[in-house]
């Protein structure tokens, strides 16, 4: 563990470390490439996405002047995929990020102070970890009304626990580390010790539990859009999938669904072989079973 | 001592459950008293409702009475069995709930049995094999299988083997107002299942093959195993005799705690196929805003999470004795 | 035009029943004889009936979410297309809609009825209808359920149905007397729409018929039931002791499918006949057609859609201007070609142009986006701020309106994308917020709560189409419920009053005509389309298929399931 | 007594109570306990080096760290310079902190892997408020890592632990403390993690900042033959009691104690045929010394019991110059 953390000081040592796992690899230019087609999206040949076309261009197949087709209201689909490819992002990012600060903070404040807070914390963690999960997201989702926020938000209640839960363990062993008690016995006070000396160590693991976050963020925005409690009027992978599901005309215009299914599976495929090959990375002794 | 140790993990357990089993039921209460809107408003889409049906109504589901006694209310009504009237159907929601059971264990169960059995095995074989290009095969497959959220892949079932090929039906448990009996029925169930089953199966099936391939490693590098090779034990024998026993103890507890879960996972599965079980209802529930359904479908799968969850933490402890000793952190 | 005379034809009809009471169409014992329109109707005739063969399964499809779950008697029994359609099966009812184009009222287990003021009404009963156990259809029956349905739910409470209390007698085994509420003029007897519930099965809930699980169903029509398997199918067969004679089909089945899509290929293969009610998508009519053994008959539609304008809540929208250029701002032909294929066509009213009693001299809301932009520069309506977005001249507000739509209504929220787009080029932005169904209902049948600014409105009248004037009748005139405008005329409610109650036909056009002029005048709904209805039916086992408004199967048209026969 | 003490602990007293299981709960046992320092008290001159030796599981550890605060004691008093320590409110403990330091035993974990050397001694400045100022603060850090002997501090001042030796990272541990100018020290078994050829280097570290700042010391440790070599006088310590405590000569001279006379002996001499750790006493330090409450600590595995031994708990006294035992043999 020691060795990997020596490792983990700079970011680049992580990311040299992790391009030696081909998991990791083949993660992480998945993630590149729609990173970088969110970033350009307007100029990927695309053109406003809710725009409605021409009648005649109606359920087109793909073609010269649409790339994939387009859809019931000649909406290009490729535009459609491609900014849809920001919402997905932006959703797994924000949610990502909003359920590992939640959940590390949790898991700070339960691990490190132990007793009673520990106590009611962990029951409340324990709790939400009894909800099913996809039940709980659709009925909060039902109640909050559909937008992307209410997505992230729902999101984020969902999947907090799990973090605040593998942060407190990875809390528990660092409290008990010599170098805290040593800056304690140095005058440092408690926010000083949990935020200046334990979370520094923990960011490793947040980081990896980021990038499961992400999966399963954009797996639940898809799914939620899916079965109809999504934002009609943001375009994304789930919308344009739920979309095609009622026009009935799923069978007979294929390139209307095959792009967002690819998508989706791609990215989410894409942050699974990143978090597998983060975890790999995290496991003590890897170094040396890699010869490196 | 042994049992006296058990009885105390068992009773504390039990306790926590019931704690949690109450705070579901206070959240859930809570949850749908944020619902915005008129909940009688809703029970009725006619417009011509008045002012005065409304309040019979409202009194007749107590919904006039203060929170407190709502709850009270709620809580008393709970204890015998009663989940509230469903919106939609104009019937008890626990009569709503238990027609669609069935329906939905006989997929799950099928489901999960054919993942565990070859993720079990799939998962074995690569974790035995670490680092060889069977396993990467095995681990990429699964990895892949295990990104594709169920829907998808259900959607894509569909187009392609029910649409285009036409050799699987179009959705539904069974052949419409067949007539079958007996066996023609049940096979005629079979032939609807099998693209639900395999979608819910492909994605199980990659978690359990990633769940037994780790712990397969954990297994293989443990003493005991070392020991039984340098007995000379044929490799197949230790697979079998030592690893693969032991490997199996988190496969155990994930299948209990999953058949739990999976009843609610399945939600997508049973609605690309229009499976009329416990999930497709849920789907109908939110589509229909139909509140004290979606309460009561929540409660049940909240209360199955967490007795699956006693019952694998309980069956853990009687076979793990270091679960007891070590007792809850 | 053929609808003139084929209305004036229905009047007289209607004349003839009122006024001479004479139990005209009592006579014969099969009812198919009696119900075939006049051979000069497009209907196909059916064929003498030596040559009608018996036998044969019709198999229905409808999508999963119109499916019935219970049989319980509520609203999903008017409100959900399954529901809809297979009550009018296994009930009889006193008397129901003839087939297009007359519409006409046609006896059914009422011979005859009379009244003198429009509103009691006398209605006698046929003597040979039986329940499905046997038991006879009798008065206390018709009275029973005229008395406790419109009870059991506001949904089966329209003003033709409900009666003063203590007035309904069962004057004989075979004869009704019931005084209602409201007058009913015009050319319908009252008990439209209803079920006669057998009262030896349904008396223990009377005080609450929701709560009755209703089954088995025991009904007095054509088709009984035979199997339910609630989110499955239902299973009918054919009464052999029908009163009218058995139905031509041995069996109806009513199933559900998941999605659209496998709707669409169940009746590509043959699984399904005819698809349950609201046909098939523009976007598949191509495939349809080149489809063997698949004729597809489009049929003018029954529903119409408008948008309700808010008037309740405060803001430009009661500026009479802004509506009007909101109409105009709506390019309703392009709205047509693409959300519908074509397949539709522009309305101006509640009434179906087709009908004589439409005002044909209504003003029209063509599209002219450079009168649009007129209106509204001339009220003031001035971007001040150089967002692209008008502004309001009182509170210097953007002008933003609030459109809702249910997810449900698919070409609806393809149409509010087209608005949105639209009106966007006049000025004024629109927010489209999509709501599930029962929350959108939830939100426009109460104005006064302010949550919407625009709704979308869809409603199918039918040729019976009293109660839609409903929608305007003013909340001080006690109008709450369906006027999700908010529209207050005193004059309006005043015409709609006479209207109601007027027996003479040409007087109630008048009336009709001038309720139509305020509404296009006032604007408290804007009048879009009324999409056709494309309805692929399945040539290959059945000939028969008998076409309405709405298409070959629907609430006003359960004639397809009494018609249609082996080939 | 002579001079003034620096510190002085009377009756210090740590009981850590042991987790009883809900059955236990529910049948109402009484409370149990571990003393891990059970009625401890002594006093450290200025400038002196006080050995504290005993096996692992002592308490010696906990006592250290029970003086410093960093364990709240169950009773007992300690004062520093007079002021009373275990009343302090967190605020003026913080005060505290800056006369008295602790030495941590574990050079590898008791620096944070994700700071630099240069950081960790600016965070004690930082929070102590020992600076005015960047460069006041490069001052103080670099004086401070050349007075623990890490030079050219240049090389050392960005260098994360990872890549320091064992050694060079107790000097940083060591720096860290030194950079407030304490008064009293704790060091925690300072050398045992550290290779044999560093020891020596790092005692003499110590023994120079004594010299120097005048520096007193509690030096903790297991091993009797270190603490010969730095402390002026050793405490004996067994089953959270002192039992021995006098002049690190008279200690290794003339021990009286039964279990003092077995640490010396085997404290290593140069014959290979002697083992190492090897006491010459019976048994095992029991785990939960329950039984021993009312009868001397050391009595089951005393090779030189009587029956008095085992009816009561001998006092420490006083038996020479400042030697006191806790023996009745010893009388």
């Known amino acids: 563990m020691l060795k990997f953390l020596r490792e983990l000081e700079k970011v680049k040592g992580f990311f040299q470390l992790l391009l030696t796992n081909k998991m990791g690899v083949v993660g992480l230019s998945i993630f590149a490439l729609f990173a970088i087609v969110a970033l350009f999206a307007p100029f990927l040949h695309t053109v406003d996405p809710s725009k409605t076309g021409a009648v005649e261009n109606i359920l087109l197949p793909p073609c010269h002047q649409f790339w994939l087709g387009t859809d019931d209201l000649a909406r290009d689909i490729w535009s459609q995929v491609i900014f849809g490819s920001r919402v997905s992002l932006v959703i797994g990012f924000l949610a990502a990020a909003l359920t590992v600060l939640v959940g590390t903070l949790i898991g700070l404040m339960a691990g490190f102070y132990g007793g009673r807070i520990e106590e009611v914390l962990m029951r409340i963690v324990d709790f939400f970890m009894m909800l099913p999960m996809l039940p709980l997201m659709i009925v909060l989702a039902a109640i909050l009304g559909p937008s992307i926020w209410n997505v992230i938000f729902v999101v984020s209640i969902v999947s907090w626990p799990t973090t605040a839960r593998v942060i407190r363990s990875q809390v528990l062993s660092l409290k008990e580390r010599a170098f805290v008690e040593a800056s304690r016995c140095i005058g440092a006070s408690d926010s000083l010790l949990i935020f200046g000396e334990i979370l520094p160590n923990v960011v490793p693991l947040m980081f990896a539990e980021a990038v499961l976050m992400v999966t399963e963020a954009i797996y639940a925005e898809a799914v939620l859009a899916f079965l109809g409690l999504g934002d009609p009027t943001t375009v994304s992978w789930g919308m344009i999938l739920h979309f095609a599901f009622e026009s009935g005309t799923m069978s007979r215009a294929p390139w209307w669904v095959v792009p967002p299914v690819a998508c989706i599976c791609t990215l989410i495929l894409g942050f699974t072989f990143l978090g597998t090959a983060v975890s790999d990375v995290l496991k003590p002794g890897y170094r040396e079973i890699r010869g490196l | 001592m042994a049992l006296k140790g058990f009885a105390s993990f068992a009773i504390r357990k039990a306790i926590a459950a019931i704690i949690t089993i109450f705070a579901i039921v206070c959240v859930n209460f809570l949850i749908f008293r944020m619902v915005p809107g008129d909940p009688i408003r809703m029970m009725f889409r006619d417009p011509r409702i008045t002012a005065e049906q409304m309040q019979l109504v409202r009194e007749k589901f107590g919904l006039d009475k203060p929170l407190w006694e709502q709850f009270n209310c709620y809580l008393t009504e709970l204890f015998q069995g009663n989940l509230g009237i469903s919106f939609w159907q104009k019937r008890p929601v626990l009569e709503v709930i238990a027609d669609r059971i069935p329906q939905t264990l006989l997929l799950v169960v099928t489901a999960l049995a054919i993942a565990v059995i070859l993720g079990t095995i799939l998962g074995a074989i690569a974790g035995w094999k670490t680092g060889t290009k069977i396993d990467s095969f095995i681990l990429g497959i699964s990895l892949t299988l295990y990104s594709v959220p169920t829907f998808c892949m259900g959607i894509i079932f569909l187009l392609i083997f029910a649409f285009q090929l036409a050799i699987f039906p179009l959705g539904g448990i069974s052949t419409a107002a067949s007539g079958l009996t007996g066996f023609g029925y049940w096979k005629d169930v079979l032939w609807h299942m099998f693209l639900p089953a395999i979608s819910i199966v492909l994605w199980y099936g990659g978690e359990y093959v990633l769940l037994t391939r780790s712990s397969m490693q954990d297994a293989s590098g443990q003493d005991y195993i070392t020991t039984a090779r340098a007995k000379g034990l044929k490799e197949s024998a230790v697979l079998r005799n030592h690893a693969l026993r032991n490997a199996l103890l988190p496969v155990v507890t994930i299948t209990g705690v999953n058949l739990a879960f999976a009843v609610a996972g399945i939600i997508e599965a049973e609605t690309v196929f229009s499976w009329p079980g416990v999930g497709r209802l849920v789907y109908d529930a939110v589509m229909k805003r139909d509140y004290p359904l979606l309460q009561g479908t929540f409660l049940v799968f909240a209360v199955a999470v967490v007795l699956a969850n006693l019952v694998v933490d309980l069956i853990y402890g009687y076979i793990d004795p270091r679960i007891k000793v070590g007792k809850s952190e | ?567 | 007594m002579k001079k003034d003490a620096v510190l002085r602990v009377e009756n210090l007293k740590k009981y850590f109570p042991v987790r009883k299981s809900l059955f236990e709960f529910m049948s109402s046992k009484k409370e149990e306990y571990v003393r891990a320092v059970d009625d401890v008290s002594f006093s450290v001159q200025e400038g002196e080096v006080l050995g504290f030796v005993g096996e692992s599981g002592c308490g010696k550890t906990t006592m250290g760290r029970t003086i410093l605060r960093l364990i709240e004691p169950t009773s007992g008093r300690v004062y520093y310079e007079g002021i009373e320590v275990t009343s302090l409110d967190r605020k003026r403990v913080k005060s505290l902190r800056r006369k008295m330091q602790m030495i941590f035993q574990d050079p590898h974990g008791s620096l944070n892997p994700r700071r630099t050397v240069a950081d960790i001694l600016s965070q004690t400045v930082k929070i102590h408020g020992l600076a005015n100022g960047k460069t006041e603060e490069d001052e103080l850090i670099k004086n401070t890592l050349e007075e623990v002997e890490l030079k050219p501090t240049e090389e050392f001042w960005d260098r994360y632990p990872i890549l320091l030796s064992g050694g060079q990272r107790q000097r940083v541990g060591i720096g860290r403390v030194l950079i407030l100018q304490p008064k009293l020290v704790v060091a925690d078994e300072p050398i045992s993690m550290l290779d044999v050829s560093v020891r020596i280097g790092i005692l003499e570290l110590l023994l120079r900042l004594r010299d120097k700042f005048g520096i007193s010391f509690i030096y903790i440790t297991h091993d009797l033959s270190t603490a010969r070599y730095v402390c002026d006088r050793i405490a004996i310590m067994y089953l959270g009691k002192i039992i021995e405590i006098a002049p690190t000569e008279d200690i290794i001279n003339k021990p009286l104690h039964p279990y003092t006379q077995a640490l010396v002996s085997a404290v290593p001499v140069p014959d290979p045929t002697v083992k190492m750790h090897e006491l010459p006493i019976k048994g095992y330090v029991p785990l939960i010394p329950a039984e021993v409450f009312s009868s001397c600590r050391f009595y089951p595995r005393c090779l030189h019991t009587r029956k008095k031994c085992r009816e009561e708990e001998p006092p420490l006294i006083e038996v020479g110059h400042d030697h006191y035992v806790a023996c009745i043999k010893a009388k």
């Open chain 3, 1 to 567: 035009m053929r609808k003139r005379e084929s209305l004036l034809a229905l009047i007289g009809t209607v004349v003839l029943v009122l006024t001479l009471s004479i139990p005209v169409m009592q006579c014969a014992p099969a009812a198919e004889e009696e119900v075939t329109p006049p051979p000069e109707e497009e209907v196909t005739p059916p064929p003498e009936e030596e040559e009608i063969q018996y036998g044969g399964r019709l198999n229905v499809g409808f999508p999963a979410e119109e499916g019935i779950e219970t049989l319980i008697c509520d609203e999903t029994w008017q409100y959900t297309e399954m529901g809809c359609v297979f009550w009018p099966l296994v009930y009889d009812q006193l008397w129901i809609l003839g087939p297009a184009p007359d519409y006409e009222p046609l006896p059914r287990l009422a011979t005859s009825w009379e009244t003198e003021d429009g509103k009691t009404w006398t209605f006698h009963l046929r003597e040979d209808a039986t329940f499905h156990d046997g038991v006879p259809v009798t008065a206390e029956d018709v009275a029973f359920t005229i008395e406790y349905l419109p009870q059991a739910d506001p949904a089966w409470a329209y003003p033709d149905c409900i009666c003063e209390p203590g007035s309904i007698k069962a004057i004989d085994d075979y004869t009704v007397e019931f005084t209602l509420e409201a007058t009913i003029g015009g050319p319908y007897p009252a008990a439209f729409w209803m079920p006669i519930f057998p009262k030896h099965i349904w008396e223990p809930y009377k005080d609450d018929m929701l709560s009755y699980a209703n089954y088995p169903l025991i009904g007095s029509g054509p088709f009984k039931l035979k199997e339910f398997k609630p989110a499955e199918y239902i299973w009918f067969e054919a009464n052999e002791d029908y009163w009218g004679g058995r139905p031509y089909v041995d069996e109806v089945v009513f199933r559900t499918y998941g999605s659209e899509d496998a709707l669409y290929m169940a009746l590509k293969s043959g699984e399904v006949d005819i698809i349950g009610y609201s046909g098939c998508s523009a976007l598949v009519v191509d495939d349809f057609r080149e489809t063997e053994n698949i004729e597809v008959i489009v049929s003018p539609g029954i529903g119409m859609v408008w948008l309700s304008f808010n008037l309740y809540k405060d803001g430009p929208l009661q500026d009479l201007n802004v509506r009007k250029a909101i109409m105009h701002g709506i390019d309703r032909d392009r709205m047509i070609d693409l959300v519908y294929l074509g397949y539709a066509e522009k309305v101006d009213s509640f009434m179906y142009p087709e009908l004589a009693d439409h005002n044909p001299n209504l003003p029209q809301y063509d599209y002219d986006p450079d009168l649009a932009n007129e209106i509204l520069d001339e009220g003031g309506y001035i971007d001040t701020d150089n967002d692209g977005i008008r502004n309001d001249p009182d509170t210097g507000e953007n002008l933003s309106f609030e459109l809702i739509v249910p997810s449900d209504w698919t070409d609806e929220v393809k149409a509010a994308t087209l608005i949105k787009e639209q009106l966007e080029d006049i000025g004024i932005d629109i927010v489209m917020k999509v709501l599930d169904l029962d929350t959108f209902y939830e939100y426009l049948y109460v104005p006064e709560e302010e949550l919407y600014d625009i709704g979308f409105g869809e409603e199918e009248p039918g040729p019976h189409a009293d109660w839609i004037w409903e929608f305007g009748r003013s909340y001080e005139a006690g109008g709450e419920g369906w006027n999700t405008a908010y529209y207050d005329n005193p004059d309006f409610d005043e015409a709609l009053d006479k209207m109601l109650a007027e027996v003479d036909t040409t007087k109630r056009r008048e009336y009709l005509y001038e309720m139509q002029m305020m509404m296009a005048e006032d604007l408290p709904y804007g009048f879009l389309v009324r999409p056709d209805l494309i309805n692929p039916v399945r040539t290959d086992k059945f000939e028969g298929y008998v076409e309405t408004m709405g298409g070959v199967s629907t609430w006003i048209n359960p004639w397809t399931y009494f018609e249609v026969h082996l080939k």
